[in-house]
């Protein structure tokens, strides 16, 4: 079965654990949004259960960003259980964990699917946190620029198998250049000119993301913290629509 298309590169962030908030938010959004992200915070206070209650208020994509990172065999189970029960568009490794780890994770997404007979979740995995910079990297004892690292996480989940990474906006034009056009880059860290950044150190707005080589934007605050999210995101939808138009 063929990932079905979205209505724009949108994915909002619903950063609670309030079950209720978090589905009254996806139904304001169904119309707005390309699809859903949710994450540990949410997915810890309430499993599977949860997030395809949230899901079902909005039947959009769902973003299941769990980060997950452990031994190959413990990694490609949970990717089959996840993909299994919550069906998502796409979902999330660390890079980090190794090529064995990857390579057993898109291995897993592969062969649920068709056992299944339904689309295969695009596997992403993130690189370096967009709350992160160089010094909390050094901290770590990874040296060298946050773009290096980066870049050699990004190639090693091409070659292990992986579909797409999750990058800050300021490597997306790096990755595309260096990984070409099929692969996919997801990248948070994207605010409007009228938003705050809050945390994230490494930002763009969605118009430059999107002309640099981005392919799906993750956006929390901007919309969620907004007085009217809907407006908010429609607000968003219309300032990319010139870039759809063009590709």
């Not at 069906?87 to 780890?101: D, E, I, V």
């Amino acid at each position: 079965m063929t990932t079905p298309a979205l209505r724009n590169p949108v994915f909002c962030a619903v950063d609670t654990s309030d079950v209720g908030k978090a589905t009254a938010l996806a139904a304001k959004l169904a119309d707005c949004v390309g699809g859903l992200k949710l994450g540990l915070e949410f997915f810890s206070a309430h499993g599977p259960e949860g997030v395809q209650q949230v899901h079902k208020a909005s039947e959009l994509p769902l973003f299941l960003d769990l980060k997950f990172h452990d031994i190959p065999n413990t990694v490609a189970g949970a990717v089959r259980s996840a993909a299994a029960q919550v069906k998502p568009f796409m979902m999330t490794l660390m890079a980090s964990g190794g090529r064995t780890m990857m390579a057993a994770a898109a291995k897993a997404a592969t062969d649920i699917a068709h056992e299944l007979i339904v689309p295969r979740p695009l596997l992403l995995g993130v690189t370096v946190l967009t709350s992160m910079d160089a010094g909390d990297l050094l901290e770590i004892g990874v040296s060298g620029a946050v773009s290096d690292q980066v870049r050699k996480l990004a190639e090693l989940a091409k070659t292990s198998g992986l579909d797409g990474v999750v990058c800050s906006p300021l490597e997306a034009e790096m990755l595309r250049r260096d990984l070409g056009p099929g692969f996919k880059l997801v990248t948070p860290g994207v605010r409007p000119t009228w938003a705050e950044a809050n945390d994230q150190k490494r930002v763009m707005t969605p118009a430059e993301a999107v002309a640099v080589g981005a392919d799906y934007l993750v956006v929390g605050r901007p919309i969620t913290g907004a007085d009217d999210p809907a407006a908010a995101a429609q607000r968003l939808a219309l300032e990319l629509a010139p870039l759809q138009a063009a590709t």
